[in-house]
């Protein structure tokens, strides 16, 4: 693990002694040997149990699925955003390219860390790169609201977590994650109070998913961000809160809050579903996409939260499926704007048209999206569904009819932007580029290896 961490490092360096026309090619391959030196983190290993061990990092069946996600992304949202970037000044494209490494050794070393000193470090350094890229390369003036939204979301979770954190090393002695088993507070009599505790260690990761309730920042981060941005958010940041919850949740569990499993379910499949309404109400093709990440991770947090190993096998199933599948939608979204100019979706409509092979690419995302057999997006969505229902048969109404509506505006952005007629008043429409069929398929080549052997997103 230390020799990725250092790889992701050297990366960062490189670009600032490379020559200005090599910029990009050093970035872009630098990128491509990190990605493929993670893919051995796939291999076989027995469930609950660390590898590739160092001093202080680790990977086990829940974090490495997450690593190897990251490391692929990287290369991807750099290809997607070379046209727009390399017009800027030698200056600007290393900046931007930098802050892609930050955020990807951050990552890793969230994802890998033994310690939760480090892994609370490095949970809340990958924000700071993040809001640079949203406030300095955003398209429109708003950036800047979106950048304060995003910025006090985030540090209005973090203080709970840290105080949790001293707490846990006061009662254990250590930080260490195979070490730490539970916190023992004086809390545990008092229901009231202990319930607060609970709720508010879990905030932060929360609102970084972030499940329904705690989601205002996400659609203005998403429409301000550059496509980058928008890639590396939806993708991977997201799932840090996810990936969080599922390893610190029995940390802070105390049995007399037990009883607030079954509210916190029922609030994140109620999320799932109102948010699910709330896109087919959407004009914004950006916010759309958004906001259907908001309705997945409620989803995922609903499955973490029924405290079952097929509720967090489908969480983790769902958010790799998850991040691939809605950072192609928003290079595919990216691709539209660059034709047209606008994301509205009343006008960005009639492509098939255009491009028929862009069509194809929609058709694919977007029925992976709604979870159409055998995508593993569908596997992860029954092993939630079936985690909640066997553990509350009162919640199938609503789990059902949030992913009913999940089906319809997923097939709404389709039908909106192929099947209607194209806009008049636009005209020399370019066709799609090499690169940009191979920034989509590089995007789908991991879910078909996930339909051949689903095992391998299963702790």
Known sequence: MISLVLLTTLSTFTLWVSKPQHIWTTSIVSSIIISFS?????????????????????????????????????PISLLASINTI???????????????????TALVITFSALDLSLFYIAFETSPIPTLSLISRWGAQKERFQASVYFLFYTLAGSLPLLIALISIFSSNNTL??????????NLSPHIVLSSIWWLSCLLAFVIKMPVYGFHLWLPKAHVEAPIAGSMILAAILLKLGGYG?????????????SFLSFPLTIFCLWGSLI?????????????????SSVGHMSMVASGIFSLSIWG???ALTLMVAHGLISSALFCLANLLYERNSTRTLIISRGFKIITPLLSVWWLITCVSNLGLPPTPNLLGELLIISAII????????????????SAIYSLMIFSNVNNSNFPSFISNIPPLASSEHLLISLHLAPIIFLIISPTHITL
Not at 176 to 185: H, Q
Request: aromatic letters at 12%; proline letters at 5%.
């Open 38 to 74: 993670s893919i051995f983190l796939i291999f076989p290993h027995w469930p609950s149990s660390w590898h590739h061990l160092s001093s202080s990092l680790a990977t086990d069946s829940l974090s490495s699925p997450l690593i190897i996600l990251s490391c692929w992304l990287v």
């Open 86 to 104: 390399s017009k800027q000044n030698t200056m600007n494209q290393r900046i931007f390219t930098s802050l892609i490494f930050i955020i990807l």
């Open 176 to 185: 260490l994650l195979p070490l730490v088993t539970s916190i023992e507070t």
């Open 245 to 257: 919850l599922s390893r610190t949740i029995t940390i802070f569990f105390l049995p007399s809050a």
């Open 275 to 291: 948010t699910s309404i709330i896109c087919l109400r959407q004009t914004d093709l950006k916010a759309l996409i958004a906001y």
């Open 312 to 314: 967090i096998n489908g």
């Open 390 to 405: 066997d553990w509350n048969v009162l919640s199938f109404p609503l789990v059902t009819t949030a992913t009913i509506f």
